[in-house]
């Protein structure tokens, strides 16, 4: 009886303490519960309060739906161009030093002299703009095509077809191809890049970074027009974005927010060997659509030439010229017996606008001028002598040849004002005149009679020149038949050869 008493105590021992444990353990989980829960009830409560305003969700939506209508509208225009360019180098000829030396003499085999072909592929994009007769046309760049032997176009569909060049600018990177099919492929609308504004919607099309990304559509933003500098001596004014654009998207077609073309996605500016940094360009689609034409008409574009070569003025130039505010491009030099020799136009004539438009620089007169026809009249605005004048000049067609020919590029010599980074250079005092020859054309008249780059020039057939000014006024009134010039060279005083005109 003693024992039972025992074990039903130890037992009951046991039961209390589980007992006590399990009720501690339950006070504990309250406390720590009651604790925690109110900060997560108040999350979910807020959570569940948070509700997408209606009228912001259809305007999101909506916005979604243009954005997948314009990709449905534009992207089977799209074609992927892959290129191979054939290329052929001299087999290397292991006979002589050092291999003779290590490993005796060979019998020669007759290979001296021959060659082997090595064919490198390539990639970019177009869009379909014009259908004539079941040949479709593809823009694209000129850097896609150039140099290539063979082109196919592939398109979104997975079909692919034999292309060929229709027409190449290497002035402006563009270029046509064409193929031929029985398909059906919608044709791109091409919109009014003129229109464009800074914060416009803007959606890039095209193949980028090889096969696996082809057909990829981007989004961003215009972030700016009128941009110049591109590669290669590029003359358009170009669109900047940054909707994505990566190698291989070259050629495809940047869209508006309406699914129409607003330009050619031509190259990047990048620090990290190609990849996107939100810098793209893109030539403007209103630059292309003539030449869209031509080249279907002719296999070539022509551009309308002037016969000046034109510069930005420093400050010291435009301040004596009277220029300071104005916009425009200075003709620094004049071909002989070009257009603008013909027409009136002398070297020192600020040009500010063609045939009423204004000319904001060198880069969009030139292509204002380009865009003329050979044949056409138009008139030039100059400011000379500090005065507005009208100039009517007939266009003939750009010749690179002529173009080129330095013999008749009048004077020939970049003369600019002295100022005391010049002075300090050349060691003058603050009151020594003149100006300094800063860049002598190579086989110009200035070049043939003697003038050379660092020569100071202190006048013109005899008479003293004060500043850039009188400089350009001796040119024009005094220099029909001669021009010779005096100048310091070093501590030597010189006149240079006649130049008969």
């Not at 196919?152 to 290497?170: H, T």
């Not at 020149?465 to 005083?493: N, Q």
Request: glycine share 12%.
């Amino acid at each position: 009886m003693n024992v039972l008493n025992k074990l039903s105590s130890r037992n009951l021992f046991v039961f209390n303490l589980v007992f006590i444990g399990v009720i501690v353990g339950f006070s504990l989980a309250f406390l720590s519960f009651s604790c925690s829960t109110p900060g997560a009830r108040s999350a979910r409560a807020q959570e569940s309060q948070v509700i997408i305003p209606e009228n912001a969700l259809a305007i999101a939506e909506g916005l979604q739906v243009v954005f997948r209508g314009v990709t449905d509208k534009v992207l089977p225009s799209v074609v992927e161009l892959n290129t191979v360019s054939v290329r052929r180098q001299q087999i290397p000829n292991f006979n002589g030093i050092p291999w003779e030396f290590f490993f005796g003499p060979r019998e020669r085999r007759g290979n001296d002299g021959q060659e082997r072909e090595y064919r490198s592929q390539g990639l970019g994009s177009g869009i379909i703009v014009r259908n004539r007769d079941g040949v479709y046309y593809v823009l694209t760049n000129n850097h896609v095509v150039d140099n290539t032997s063979e082109i196919s176009v592939a398109m979104k569909d997975g079909k692919e077809y034999p292309a060929e060049i229709v027409g190449k600018d290497s002035r402006r990177d563009l270029a046509l191809v064409s193929f031929k099919t029985n398909d059906f492929y919608p044709l791109a609308v091409l919109g009014d890049s003129d229109s464009l504004a800074v914060g416009d919607f803007a959606i890039a099309m095209g193949n980028p970074l090889g096969h696996q990304f082809s057909f990829s559509v981007t989004m961003g933003i215009v972030s700016a027009v009128g941009r110049t500098g591109g590669p290669g001596g590029n003359i358009n004014d170009f669109i900047q974005t940054d909707a994505s654009i990566n190698m291989g998207n070259s050629g495809g077609p940047l869209v508006n927010i309406k699914g129409e073309v607003i330009g050619i996605n031509t190259w990047i500016a990048s620090n990290n060997a190609g990849g996107n940094v939100g810098l793209g360009f893109a030539i403007p689609i209103n630059n292309a659509k003539r030449t869209i034409d031509e080249f279907i008409s002719s296999g070539s574009i022509s551009y309308g030439w002037l016969g000046v070569s034109l510069t930005e003025p420093d400050r010291e130039t435009a301040v004596n010229l009277g220029l300071d505010g104005r916009r425009g491009a200075l003709a620094s030099q004049v071909f002989l017996g070009s257009p603008a020799d013909r027409g009136g136009i002398k070297p020192g004539d600020f040009i500010t606008h063609v045939d009423g438009r204004e000319a904001r620089g060198v880069n969009q007169l030139t292509m204002m001028v380009g865009d003329l026809k050979p044949g056409d009249r138009a008139t030039f605005t100059v400011i000379r002598d500090r005065a507005p004048r009208d100039i009517q000049v007939r266009i003939e067609a750009r010749s690179d040849q002529v173009a080129s020919d330095n013999k008749n590029l009048w004077p020939g010599v970049t003369a600019v004002p002295l100022n005391d980074q010049i002075r300090d250079s050349l060691s003058l005092d603050k009151d020594a005149g003149g100006l300094y020859v800063a860049l002598v054309i190579t086989g110009s008249p200035s070049d043939i009679i003697g003038l050379r780059q660092g020569d100071r020039i202190v006048s013109i057939n005899g008479e003293n020149i004060r500043d850039i000014a009188s400089y350009y006024r001796l040119l024009r009134e005094r220099t029909d038949s001669e021009l010779w010039f005096g100048l310091i060279r070093g501590e030597s005083t010189l006149e240079t050869l006649k130049f008969k005109r």
